[in-house]
């Protein structure tokens, strides 16, 4: 049984990754309609992977015979408009994201919560590699300067990135 403070976190955390999916969907209009249909892609797979973070912690607290309270999810702000500002943003977003995961392990640690110490954990890896897809897409940025061939392909690299799920509504 998860103590009421838990319960309460764990439905923060639901609202923050649901934040983060309307983050991501926000951007991935941005692209699209900028024609970087490529980056518009990638970043609508991640607001797939940011809807899974969220239901995961809501298929948990089902589990655990907890109730899943649902709150309002903010605008979706952001004034940047560049490919790089973007995933700037979004590797800053992704480490907030990282300190609010570690807030739930040290929770969970100090209340003797093993079950949710254990889920916790899972998302501590997962935050490893969102930081890491972002600070690699960076880097490859910074590679390709201002060349337009080089951005070029990749938009067409990010637009791989597939997680077996609809990505392209028009499709349905
Ligand atoms: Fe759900 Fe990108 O962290």
Do not use: C
Not at 8 to 22: C, F, G, K
Not at 150 to 155: A, I, Q, S
């Amino acid at each position: 049984m998860l103590s009421k403070k838990m319960v309460d976190r764990i439905n923060e955390q639901i609202n923050r990754e649901m934040y983060s999916a309307y983050l991501y969907l926000a951007m991935a209009a941005r692209m699209q309609e900028a024609g970087y249909k490529g980056v518009g892609k990638w970043m609508m797979v991640q607001y797939h992977e940011e809807m899974f973070h969220a239901m995961k912690f809501y298929a948990y607290l089902q589990d655990q015979g907890a109730a899943v309270e649902l709150k309002a999810i903010a605008k979706p702000e952001f004034k940047e408009t560049t490919i790089k500002e973007l995933f700037q943003h979004a590797l800053e977003h992704e480490k907030g994201v990282s300190g609010s995961i570690r807030e739930i392990a040290a929770l969970a640690r100090e209340e003797k919560d093993y079950a949710t110490e254990g889920l916790a954990q899972w998302y501590v890896a997962e935050q490893v590699e969102e930081e890491r897809n972002a600070t690699e897409i960076l880097q490859t940025i910074d590679l390709v300067g201002n060349s337009a061939q080089g951005l070029y392909l990749l938009n067409v690299e990010l637009g791989k990135r597939d997680l077996g799920v609809a990505s392209d509504f028009t499709k349905l």
